[in-house]
């Protein structure tokens, strides 16, 4: 069975949200750790926290996904934005202990002038002094679109912040199909070529988790803009291709795909559960 789910929102508390989810039909989901465009974070509820995991177990769903603002910049020229994000992520860990949830999915930040190499560098320092070996959470880099002075657009990119992680046994990566498609990996008419280049590269046993998005712009155009599944560049035949490609159909999957209403992700998340074979 396709491993699926979008992204929703905790506003109403954790185990809520985790019915909502099997209101969707969905068996995972991804929301946010605090405010995505800002830097409050709700306090903790523990027996929702424990409600909820007790919940995901009782139902059957695959690993849920808690995904960093978009506003964090790990790789920031300024030193009071570097820090920062540094504080978000690090409280962000011990929250998904709390709260039993086993992946951190964050983009990896833009140089703004730096160079990639030191954005590089920057990204990878953070990561050092957030992760110790009492982390039992994967935080998972997500590849990225290189639109403007992004890190994280190639494969190389990302392997070259794992590389100098010290613990990258607790780093993995999340793989958006509109941010690789509009990055230049061609995944509609070479979908083996770009997972192969991903193992070589990478390797896919780093590959933890997919965000399937159709992708507004075209192949290589280095625009993070989404489209919902079938209206884009990327496809519905692409999609077929995806969800039952051996190396990811066990993987799960989030949709963040540009909605209003819950019965979208609903019909997305049917529509892409009858394309498995």
Same mark, same amino acid.
């Given at each position: 069975?396709?491993?699926?789910?979008?992204?929703?929102?905790?506003?109403?508390?954790?185990?809520?949200?985790?019915?909502?989810?099997?209101?969707?039909?969905?068996?995972?989901?991804?929301?946010?750790?605090?405010?995505?465009?800002?830097?409050?974070?709700?306090?903790?509820?523990?027996?929702?926290?424990?409600?909820?995991?007790?919940?995901?177990?009782?139902h059957g769903f695959v690993p849920v996904l808690v995904h960093a603002p978009y506003t964090l910049n790990p790789c920031?020229?300024?030193?009071?934005?570097?820090?920062?994000?540094?504080?978000?992520?690090?409280?962000?860990?011990?929250?998904?202990?709390?709260?039993?949830?086993?992946?951190?999915?964050?983009?990896?930040?833009?140089?703004?002038?730096?160079?990639?190499?030191?954005?590089?560098?920057?990204?990878?320092?953070?990561?050092?002094?957030?992760?110790?070996?009492?982390?039992?959470?994967?935080?998972?880099?997500?590849?990225?679109? *290189?639109? =403007?002075?992004?890190?994280?657009?190639? !494969?190389?990119?990302?392997?070259?912040?794992?590389?100098?992680? &010290? $613990?990258?046994?607790?780093?993995?990566?999340?793989?958006?199909?509109?941010?690789?498609?509009?990055?230049?990996?061609?995944?509609?008419?070479?979908?083996?070529?770009?997972?192969?280049?991903?193992?070589?590269?990478?390797?896919?046993?780093?590959?933890?988790?997919?965000?399937?998005?159709?992708?507004?712009?075209?192949?290589?155009?280095?625009?993070?803009?989404?489209?919902?599944? *079938?209206? =884009?560049?990327?496809?519905?035949?692409? !999609?077929?291709?995806?969800?039952?490609?051996?190396?990811?159909? &066990? $993987?799960?999957?989030?949709?963040?795909?540009?909605?209003?209403?819950?019965?979208?992700?609903?019909?997305?998340?049917?529509?892409?559960?009858?394309?498995?074979?």
């Amino acid at each position: 069975m396709l491993h699926i789910g979008c992204h929703l929102s905790p506003s109403e508390g954790l185990l809520k949200m985790a019915k909502t989810a099997s209101e969707l039909g969905a068996d995972t989901f991804q929301f946010f750790s605090r405010n995505p465009r800002g830097s409050k974070a709700k306090a903790l509820d523990e027996s929702d926290a424990a409600a909820m995991d007790a919940y995901l177990k009782e139902h059957g769903f695959v690993p849920v996904l808690v995904h960093a603002p978009y506003t964090l910049n790990p790789c920031a020229e300024k030193p009071e934005t570097a820090q920062f994000a540094e504080l978000c992520m690090r409280n962000d860990l011990i929250r998904c202990t709390a709260m039993k949830t086993p992946f951190y999915n964050f983009h990896p930040g833009s140089h703004v002038g730096q160079g990639e190499q030191t954005g590089v560098e920057k990204t990878a320092a953070l990561l050092n002094r957030i992760l110790s070996d009492e982390t039992d959470t994967t935080v998972l880099i997500e590849t990225m679109s *290189g639109q =403007g002075s992004e890190i994280g657009g190639t !494969f190389e990119s990302v392997k070259a912040i794992i590389d100098r992680v &010290n $613990l990258s046994e607790r780093v993995g990566v999340c793989l958006d199909t509109c941010h690789v498609f509009q990055a230049g990996y061609d995944i509609v008419n070479d979908l083996d070529g770009v997972l192969t280049e991903f193992d070589r590269v990478i390797g896919l046993d780093r590959l933890h988790f997919l965000h399937i998005n159709d992708a507004k712009f075209g192949l290589g155009e280095h625009k993070d803009r989404h489209a919902a599944i *079938g209206e =884009g560049q990327i496809g519905l035949d692409a !999609f077929r291709r995806i969800v039952n490609h051996p190396a990811l159909k &066990n $993987l799960p999957f989030c949709l963040e795909t540009p909605h209003e209403k819950l019965e979208e992700y609903a019909a997305e998340i049917a529509l892409l559960r009858g394309m498995t074979e």
